[in-house]
């Protein structure tokens, strides 16, 4: 099981270089992802799709927007369901989230 996440983690983190490769840009990507979440709205469709959308709190993370899997119909996100973390992920997340503040802080001052 593990194999499975640390080969998905890789494939995500590379998955930017290897559109950029096969396309010249990821532009493409973004727009496609971006024309599917809008047909599933004016279509009043229902889909599971990992997006952000800002919730009180995830696992003790506060105050930081979490992309997570949500249930999209016509009126946009109909539910948010939140994944049960182990304890290794959990510290990731708030390392995370830790990273995050840090950079908004840091955005802030130039």
């Avoid at 499975?4 to 930017?16: G, H, L, Y």
């Avoid at 047909?39 to 709190?57: A, D, K």
């Avoid at 003790?60 to 016509?74: E, M």
Wanted: one cysteine or more; hydrophobic letters at 40%.
């Amino acid at each position: 099981m593990l194999d499975d996440w640390e080969t998905i983690d890789e494939q995500v983190r590379k998955a930017a270089s290897t559109i950029i490769a096969g396309k010249g840009a990821t532009y493409y990507g973004i727009g496609s992802a971006l024309a599917h979440i809008v047909e599933i709205i004016l279509r009043e469709q229902r889909s599971i799709l990992t997006v952000c959308f800002p919730v009180g709190e995830v696992v003790g993370v506060k105050d930081i927007t979490v992309s997570l899997p949500n249930l999209l119909g016509g009126s946009g996100v109909v539910e948010t369901l939140q994944p049960s973390l182990n304890e290794d992920e959990t510290t990731a997340l708030h390392a995370s989230a830790d990273d995050c503040k840090t950079c908004d802080r840091f955005a802030l001052l130039v």
